[in-house]
């Protein structure tokens, strides 16, 4: 503009206005429809901010280093050139330098007729691209960026994130009745579902790893475990954890309905659980923390800091870390977390056939995560006095509380007299270790 | 090129894992709630 500011006008295209309009029904969902808006707004919000060129708000900088020695025979490309992956950007002798992703060029460190070697910088690159680290190492220059890389790629904001999950959750329906643990288990199935629909679908072992994932149904495992082992699909698979969190109410009752027949879902569970001793709840997390982690190693940052917040709670001397978790620590990392995911969405990286098919493989995993809970409840009432309500099977999917809630709904509906709620809690809350220890595992074997 | 014997390791053993670890907590559960029920009985 008047030859002294760029303005992003001429590199919006259609992809960009997509992506807010996506942002933009997020919002919608958060303030009109009252959907998990903690999670939706800041989310949407960073998608926007993400998507209006220029923005800067999630750039990197990266060096483009001459894979081969050679002579600079021709540089195809000028300082502020903007180009998608693959594009060359100078010719050697020896060979074309070409671009590892999409971006624009900040500055031309060669000129035809020089001679380079091998690791010699040709360029630098601004991008929004999250690169393995190990094979583009990127600096981040902006302000999402920044909490993106030393938040969410350090892995320090997800397993924060549980800490304060775990101070907000209450054991005692679970320790009350422990067989919901197995129903937890049964909830695991849909990750192993989703990891091997991923692999036919032609992506990697990492990469299924992280989409599996999203069958645990939850958010800081699902980042945690991607920011780890496929960071360039981290923006696709956290936004389909988040928002298959909040569709909870639209995917679990067909699944149920579908498995269930009307006596089933009207069985009754007496409301009454046993009452759990502050020693028990006490205990839990200790004892918990050992024999995971002993399990699988893998699973210490997330399970260690599960566990600590939930000690928090119970000990009863550590009121004011409890509440600390539970209130603003919890609120602040929310905000730096959504905020940082959404802005890992800009159109060039969303907008790819591969996005679509990690969302359709996202319902696959929580429909089935869901579906084997109740199927392992009814294998279950084949052996039990006490018949067990297979609709809270579904709640193994740890989307809590939402789960819960659903399953008690239903309950009503089916049989006004009962009060699942807290049956339901049981695997609710089994299903958020069972996923921290899939993604451990997955973790220890492909890390 | 997937290696699909991996993958049916990793699937087969990770949801196994799963299911032992839980197991056992669930076993331990059962055992600590024993173990404090007595230890609140000898104390009254």
Redesign the interface.
Known sequence: MFGLLESGFHLFYWGNALMIVIGLGFIYLAIGKKMEPLLLIPIGFGMILVNLPLSGVMDYEMQLRAPQAGIVMEVQMNEESHFKKGVPVCKLDSGEVKTPVFGRIDSIRVFPGQRVAKGDIIASIITMEQTDQSVLPTKPIGLLSIIFKFGVMWQILPPLMFLCLGALTDFGP??AN??T??L??AA??G??LA??FS?FFGF??PE??SIGIIGGAEGPTTIYVTSILAPHIIGATAVACYSYMALVPIILPPVIYLLTTKKERAIYMKPQLRKV?K??KV??PL??TV??IL??PSSAPLIGCFMVGNLFRESGVTERLSKTAQTTLVDIVTIFLTLAIGASMPAQNFLQPKTLFILVLGVVAFASAAGAGVILAKIMNLFLKEKINPMIGAAGVSAVPMSARVVQVMGQKANKKNFLLMHAMGPNV?GA??AA??GG??LG??R | M???G??IK??C???S??????????????L??VI??R??KDKQ
């Open positions: 679970m320790l422990p067989k643990l197995l937890g288990a695991q199935f990750v192993y990891f091997f692999l990697t072992l299924a790893a001793s020693l028990e205990l839990f004892i918990g024999i995971v399990f699988v089994a270790i069972g220890i899939a595992v997955f074997i492909l | 997937t290696d699909w991996l993958a990793i699937a053993g990770g949801f894992l799963v299911f032992i670890i839980l197991v056992t907590l669930a076993i331990s559960i059962k600590t709630k404090t029920e230890i609140i």
